[in-house]
């Protein structure tokens, strides 16, 4: 898989990054380089093979079904500037 | 004077002949005169440091005694929250952030009595090997031995002051890919990585869930092995964490006769004759001590090992840095434009350049059309690279290798790396790293008066037979 300039740009759209002109002169040959090694992989037969998303198999555990102390509304918003009225503030959706 | 163990700091705290407000003011002189020069803290915590000596002082005046760490000093890896502490993971897209909570971890150590002292440098999120990856205005922390030279990283600022001081301390570092084991090689101090699901990750700012692993550093086996203890162990805040007694292993002897240790052939080909010669020796002074030492091979892990883990690394580094979008904590910008035009902008100005990367890389082998070949592939070949160590572990107790391929390079050799040279460094800490198998970076003598250090590892939950181990080479290369 090679990776180009319009693959990137669309990539980076899905990260919510904006990359300057020197960020894609400078990523794009060293992402090339990089996923070229990555294709190493290529010549290994998983077929058979589970995927391992945890490197221990684990079990689930459940915690008591009881109400614990959780953050206030103030705590939940004491490191933002943007907030109004009890509530977080964003940037305009629609 | 060398600097007492943990154990007889707290012996001597306890008999009132250490001041715990006294010491604790030594050593945060030595970090406010050292930090300049080195870099080691991103923060420190004097005001909290100052606040938590006193009322431990308070408290052994009224004859009570916390605990295992009665007035030792700690210091803390900034990707570990800190309640009221700023805590950055070492990132400007944090700038400001305050927890309001304790990671499992901190809350673990102020029960034994610890005092914070500060929060310590690293790479950005974790994305590095030499801490010269640090975030956005973050300075790069320097070698002690060595200004020139690097700490190692990603847990750089941690093996640096560790290395340096000569007072009682002991840190918390993180691991996903070797980066407790690498600075404490290039520093020269010992760095112990458990069993990944040991140490409650609650509280941690994750890099890769699958990976990360809290861990310790201290300038002794025993120290670090003390710390691990502590920290270890369940906890109902992450469900990831392992239900398994942790055992007492700190207090270990370091009888290992009998022990069959397996010497990696394909890592250790891979590094410089010189640090193989270091280590060579401190493996020969191991069979002296009538362990069984013989000749491994991982020949998949080490093949395939580098490519799968920053895959599978950077897949869920670019989901877990999808939630910085300067609304809720850290980095804020004016409210302008529209959702996304926002979050981009504070994105794009807060993530330095190799966070960029790696989110960059994650998000494309996530993409539709890409997941399979890449993200799911590498997950897969994870399953073949964890049976070929269990198939290694029915014939040898522990694995040895060098931590690194190298002694700690110079800055100016660093900056000559491509992106791909800086990942193949990992070569040796990679394997164990993406198995989540404990491993120990003791050092094993040096090479251009740096410090070399000698990685051993365990199957899982086998942390005991590594304290054993460790400190065996402790004392054979003494």
Do not use: W
């Not at chain 2, 112990?192 to 609650?202: A, H, I, K, L, N």
């Amino acid at each position: 898989m090679k990776i180009d300039k319009e693959l990137l740009l669309k990539v980076a759209e899905n990260a919510r990054l904006e990359l300057s002109q020197r960020e894609i002169k400078e990523f794009l040959p060293q992402l090339r380089e990089i996923l070229e090694s990555f294709s190493k992989l290529d010549v290994l037969d998983v077929s058979q093979e589970k995927p391992s998303f945890q490197p221990l198999p684990l079990k689930n555990v459940f915690r008591d079904d009881k109400v614990e102390k959780c953050l206030s509304q103030k705590e939940a918003l004491s490191n933002t500037k943007h907030k109004k009225d009890g509530y977080f503030l964003g940037p305009k959706v629609v | 004077m060398p600097a007492l163990s943990i154990g007889e700091f707290v012996k001597q705290v306890k008999m009132e002949k250490i001041d715990v407000l006294e010491n604790t003011h030594l050593i945060l002189d030595e970090i406010k005169s050292s930090n300049e020069e080195f870099s080691h803290f991103n923060l420190i915590a004097e005001e909290f440091a100052l606040q938590q000596a006193n009322e431990i002082e308070a408290e052994i005046k009224t004859g009570r005694h916390r605990g295992r760490l009665l007035g030792v000093p700690i210091s803390v890896k900034d990707c570990v929250c800190v309640k009221g502490i700023e805590s950055k993971a070492g990132s400007k897209i944090l700038s400001g952030y305050k927890p309001t909570f304790d990671a499992t971890v901190i809350e673990r150590l102020k029960v034994e009595g610890a005092i914070i002292i500060g929060k310590t440098s690293q790479d950005e999120f974790g994305f590095g090997s030499f801490s010269v990856n640090t975030g956005i205005g973050f300075p790069v922390p320097k070698n002690p031995l060595d200004k020139n030279r690097s700490c190692g990283g990603s847990s750089g600022g941690s093996a640096g002051f560790t290395a340096l001081t000569n007072l009682t301390h002991a840190s918390i570092a993180e691991s996903t890919g070797g980066s407790i084991a690498c600075p404490a090689s290039f520093c020269g101090v010992v760095g112990f990585t458990p069993t990944y699901g040991r140490v409650s990750r609650y509280g941690l700012i994750d890099y890769a869930n699958s990976l990360d692993k809290i861990g310790t550093m201290g300038k002794s086996v025993e120290d670090a092995a003390l710390l691990l203890e502590i920290i270890a162990g369940p906890d109902t805040k992450d469900s990831t964490s392992l239900q398994n007694a942790i055992g007492e292993y700190s207090n270990a002897d370091s009888n290992i006769r009998g022990i069959k240790i397996g010497v990696v052939k394909e890592l250790n080909e891979k590094c410089d004759e010189s640090i193989r010669q270091v280590t060579g020796e401190a493996i020969m002074k191991l069979r002296k001590e009538e362990a069984e030492v013989v000749d491994v091979s991982l020949p998949l892990n080490s093949t395939y090992g580098m490519a799968a883990y920053y895959l599978i690394s950077m897949s869920e580094a670019s989901t877990n840095l999808a939630r910085y979008c300067g609304m809720r904590y850290g980095l804020h910008q004016k409210l302008q434009g529209s959702f996304n035009q926002y979050f981009t902008r504070v994105r794009s100005s807060g993530f330095g350049k190799e966070a960029k990367r790696r989110i960059l890389l994650g998000t494309f082998a996530r993409m539709s059309g890409f997941r399979d070949a890449y993200y799911l592939k590498a997950m897969k070949v994870r399953t073949k690279l964890i049976n070929e160590f269990k198939e290694v572990f029915k014939k040898v107790d522990l694995l040895v290798h060098p931590t690194m391929p190298i002694v700690a390079p110079k800055f100016d050799e660093i900056a000559k790396l491509t992106p791909l040279q800086n990942y193949a460094m990992d070569l040796c800490t990679i394997p164990a790293n993406l198995a989540g198998l404990p491993h120990i970076s003791v050092n094993a003598g040096s090479s251009k008066k740096m410090p070399v250090g000698l990685m051993l590892t365990a199957d899982h939950l086998q942390e005991q037979k590594l304290v054993r181990a460790a400190k065996a080479v402790e004392e054979v290369v003494k």
